[in-house]
């Protein structure tokens, strides 16, 4: 595949375009804990409980990373408050790279944003919870600094918590 240009956009997790980027994430995380493509029901009954998760503003950010005009590469959370998360952190959630553009750069610019957005927000430090499972994912935030911390909230479905200190 050809590299594409990836450039960012703000949207709402709850509306299109972002729905289908949330669809793709949940999708992609129940298949790999299941061990087999999640159903539409599964991935209707998560998005239902949880339409936007905090990833609108003031409370959060929801970005796309679009190759071309309107191909969504990937999608990436940050949420200023949430469950355990400490005040002077933000955390990252539901960050996502479809399948097809995986190895292009995608998380990578998607992460280098947050963190910036983070910093700019007057945050000392970035929270994340993941599943080990996820490889992918745990990989990039160690390359990029992240450590493994013990777990500041009770999200059933983690089973890895990370930190960056930003200062």
């Known amino acids: 595949m050809t590299v594409p240009t990836i450039t960012l956009h703000d949207a709402r997790p709850d509306t299109e375009p972002g729905l289908g980027a949330l669809r793709g994430y949940v999708g992609d995380v129940i298949g790999r804990m299941n061990g087999r493509p999640a159903t539409d029901e599964e991935i209707d009954a998560f998005v239902a409980e949880s339409p936007h998760g905090g990833l609108v503003p003031p409370e959060g950010v929801f970005v796309l990373a679009l190759g071309g005009e309107d191909t969504v590469l990937g999608c990436a959370g940050l949420r200023f408050a949430g469950p355990g998360v400490p ?78 200190d930003l200062r």
Do not use: C, S
């Open 87 to 164: 005040d002077d952190a933000a955390e990252i959630k539901r960050m996502w790279t479809d399948p097809t553009a995986r190895g292009l750069g995608v998380g990578k610019t998607l992460l280098a944003d947050l963190l910036a957005r983070a910093r700019e927000a007057g945050r000392a430090r970035v929270v994340l919870d993941t599943r080990a499972d996820l490889v992918e994912a745990r990989t990039l935030y160690e390359r990029h600094g992240f450590v493994e911390v013990a777990p500041y909230n009770d999200n059933p479905y983690a089973q890895v918590w990370y930190a960056l």
